[in-house]
């Protein structure tokens, strides 16, 4: 048995630590995932995740990057800018729906836009496409970050429904959400 620990300890990787941990916390939570929950899931020692992530935060961050990074498909396409800042909006809801157990925690935090993410790079080009001043791109970009992260975070604990009632209410609600944001940068340019 000892052997068998080993010999699955050398083939250890952070990707694959950070893949059994991002499947804990989507099936069971944050709260549920520890070192020795996820050694277990691996099939190895709890001490050997140390060698590749330095304690659960580290954790973390690192399955919260690798949700995030997932967004590179994401890039300024066809059409309008109304039209890509729509699909942007809605290809983070659909992210954030996927792992709404990690995104409950990652929006709690103060540090939940990655500045030197794709979603961020993709959000900056195409507010300067819709005509935004440069000195404003940023700024704007924040703000909108912020507004739709809280709005999901409605959406994903389920205060959203019960404002605005069951059935549809959260496709409705984002729906008119981003219309207004799109509305709102509409009228900055």
């Not at 609600?173 to 940068?185: E, K, P, Q, R, S």
Request: hydrophobic letters at 50%; charged letters at 20%; aromatic letters at 4%.
């Amino acid at each position: 048995m000892a052997d068998t620990a080993k010999a699955s300890d050398q083939r250890l990787t952070k990707d694959a630590i950070l893949q059994a941990a991002l499947r804990i916390v989507d099936a069971d939570g944050v709260a549920a995932l520890s070192m020795r929950k996820l050694a277990g899931e691996l099939g190895v020692n709890p001490m050997s995740i140390y060698h590749h992530v330095e304690n659960k935060a580290a954790l973390l961050d690192g399955i919260t990057r690798l949700v995030t990074d997932g967004a590179r498909h994401v890039v300024v396409g066809e059409g309008t800018w109304q039209e890509q800042l729509r699909h942007l909006a809605y290809e983070f809801r659909a992210l954030s729906l996927a792992h709404s157990n990690l995104i409950r925690y990652a929006f709690a935090g103060d540090d939940f836009i990655q500045r030197d993410g794709p979603m961020w790079r993709t959000l900056c080009t195409v507010l300067r496409t819709a005509g935004l001043p440069e000195a404003e791109v940023e700024r704007t970009g924040a703000v909108l970050a912020v507004l739709v992260g809280g709005l999901l975070h409605t959406e994903v604990n389920g205060t959203m429904r019960r404002l605005i009632g069951s059935g549809q209410a959260d496709d409705a609600g984002f729906a008119l959400a981003v219309d207004l944001l799109i509305a709102g940068v509409a009228a900055r340019v």
